[in-house]
Every structure is written in structure tokens, then in C-alpha cells.
């Protein structure tokens, strides 16, 4: 019993996840600037974000890292008043189309209410929600283009 006692309290000390999918974001240590990760499928060359497990098109199991485009243009948007637990309200989601072909589900980083569709977006790192001790989660958003 005393065992199990020690491996809970172990397990409430562990400290909660702060980086959201590293295996769909890179961010690189030399300051370069972050990107996002598609995965294109070596048998028949179909891209996807985010990886899968088996390709949609022909069941391949092999898939090679592609880095994507930083900016893309906002398909469509929502301005979110009820979130989920942890997450600030309001808040901005939306979807971007990448030079690619691909279309991306993403928050927005900006005010509720001052986006447009077909309007120019970019990649961008920040909180999007927090963590069970309180901590922000960083994963990647989408801004205006600077001008």
C-alpha cells in the first residue's frame, strides 16, 4: 500500500506538458525562425499536416519531414467566447491555406473581431492555453502579415 501511496504522490510532482506537438512545430535553438512540420508520404507523395499514421490516398507507411510555408492565407475564422477550461476567453481560431494545398486548423493571434478572410496570415509561437499547474502551453498561431 505504502508503494502506491509513493507513486501518486510522485505523479501529482510531475510537472505538466509546456510545448504542444513537437512533431508538428520546430522551433529551432538558434534562433531561427519556427516552422511548422507537413509529412509527405514516400510512396505516392501526398502531403499532409498533421503526420499520419497510414496515408489517406495509398496506405503507405513511410513519410519524410517537409518544411512548410510560414505564410498562408485565412480561409475562414470564428471568435470563441465559451472555451475550454484553460483557455482564455475570447479567443481567435480559424483556418489557413498553405502554398501547399494544405488547409490548416489554427488559433489566431490578435483581437477578436479584426480578421477577414483572405486576409495575408504568418506563423507565430505563443500560449494557447495553460497547463494543470498554471503554466502557458506554447504551440504555433497565426497573425497578420506584418507590413
Same mark, same amino acid.
Given at each position: 500500500?505504502? =508503494?502506491?501511496? $509513493?507513486?501518486?504522490?510522485?505523479? $501529482?510532482?510531475?510537472? =505538466? ?5 513537437? =512533431? !508538428? ?12 512540420? +507537413?509529412?509527405?508520404?514516400? #510512396? ?9 499514421s497510414l496515408c489517406?490516398?495509398?496506405? &503507405? ?9 510560414? #505564410? ?7 471568435? /470563441?467566447?465559451?472555451?475550454?477550461? +484553460? ?5 481567435? /481560431? +480559424?483556418?489557413?491555406? !498553405? ?10 493571434? +490578435?483581437?477578436? &473581431?479584426?480578421?477577414?478572410?483572405? $486576409?495575408?496570415? $504568418?506563423?507565430?509561437?505563443?500560449? @494557447?492555453?495553460?497547463?494543470? =499547474?498554471?503554466?502557458?502551453? @506554447? ?9
Amino acid at each position: 500500500m505504502g =508503494d502506491l501511496k $509513493e507513486r501518486k504522490d510522485h505523479r $501529482e510532482k510531475e510537472t =505538466d506538458i509546456n510545448f504542444y506537438h513537437p =512533431d !508538428l512545430l520546430e522551433v529551432p535553438e538558434d534562433g531561427s525562425l519556427p516552422y511548422l512540420k +507537413g509529412y509527405r508520404c514516400k #510512396k505516392c507523395g501526398q502531403l499532409d499536416f498533421p503526420k499520419m499514421s497510414l496515408c489517406p490516398s495509398c496506405w &503507405g507507411e513511410e513519410f519524410e519531414s517537409i518544411v512548410l510555408s510560414r #505564410k498562408g492565407k485565412l480561409y475562414s475564422y470564428a471568435d /470563441i467566447y465559451v472555451g475550454q477550461p +484553460g483557455m482564455k476567453t475570447p479567443y481567435i /481560431i +480559424g483556418y489557413i491555406d !498553405l502554398p501547399e494545398n494544405l488547409r490548416i486548423f489554427a488559433m489566431l493571434e +490578435g483581437t477578436v &473581431g479584426s480578421f477577414t478572410c483572405d $486576409e495575408d496570415v $504568418e506563423l507565430t509561437v505563443a500560449p @494557447i492555453r495553460t497547463n494543470k =499547474d498554471g503554466s502557458s502551453i @506554447i504551440s504555433y498561431k497565426f497573425k497578420k502579415v506584418s507590413v
